[in-house]
């Protein structure tokens, strides 16, 4: 509905971050508070994130495009959900959607089932030049050939990426509540915002349907939500403790968060290093 997908625009541009959350199958049908689908769901962070991402992802289900992700249901643990801006200029370069806590703790790489996006920027057809969202359906073969944002392809200077005009891209046009779904490997990208509305930020939802095998794992830190960027943190601190990338801890440039961080990790090493007592 579009009232939700407002309230999703004005929730992403009153926040300085991008927001995820991670959205429980067994919780769709609209668990208890005391069930372990609920409990799930409120351990991934912010509540209000994960109450606006459940109301997101029953509402998608409920619409047309949700006829297309629904022959995945059977298979689906559970929704990685993201909402993400960017002002006039803003581009997203070609990559693949996978499961990144899955990958920094495993590392192996899973795309989603589907890679979903809603556009969710209330502003009328043709106030945003550029902008386009793009697929192409040659999938993982086509990013074997390009690499990560067309690493292993020079960039040309007049397109987002080098075979451009090639007929398995399939483009699409930013509209106020449209949505996008196809398969989960699939390469994508969006091209450069060259103009829309003073004041507005082209805001879009992600969504990724995960099987069991990833999802449990991917749950625990979903992409761009608060336990994402903790564990950001936290692994870099500890890279920093151990002497990685020959870098040194100046506390004068850690924020309070990482300072207390910091001060956990070490409180850990040290319970860990100490000899039980005979």
Known sequence: PEAVVRRVYERTVAKADPWGTYVLHSGLGGAAPDSPAAAALEQVGDRDDDALGLEIVRAFLAGPAGAVVGQALPVT?????????????????????YAE???KQT????????????????????????????????GLAHY?????????????????IADWDD??????????????????????????????????????????PFPAY????????????????????MDRLRALIQGK??????????????KRLLALILKKSKSAGRAPRS
């Open 77 to 97: 643990h559970g929704f990685e959900l993201w909402a993400v801006k960017g002002p006039e200029g803003h581009e997203v370069r070609y990559h693949i959607d």
């Open 101 to 103: 806590w899955h990958r």
């Open 107 to 138: 590392n192996v790489v899973c795309p989603p089932l589907f890679a979903i996006t809603v556009q969710c920027s209330p502003i009328a057809d043709g106030e945003m030049e550029g902008g386009d969202y793009a697929a192409h359906e040659a």
């Open 144 to 160: 074997d050939r390009f690499g990560y944002k067309s690493c292993r392809v020079a960039l040309p200077d007049n397109a987002p």
């Open 167 to 208: 007929a398995g891209w399939h483009k699409v046009k930013y509209r106020f509540n449209r949505a996008t779904v196809h398969a989960g490997e699939w390469p994508h990208l969006v091209t450069r915002v060259q103009h829309m509305p003073l004041g507005m930020q082209r805001v879009v939802i992600g969504i990724n």
């Open 214 to 233: 990833v999802g449990p794992l991917e749950m625990v830190a979903p992409q761009h939500s608060d336990a994402f960027r903790k564990q950001l943190k």
């Open 245 to 258: 990338g020959g870098e040194r801890i100046d506390l004068r440039t850690l924020d309070l968060e990482s």
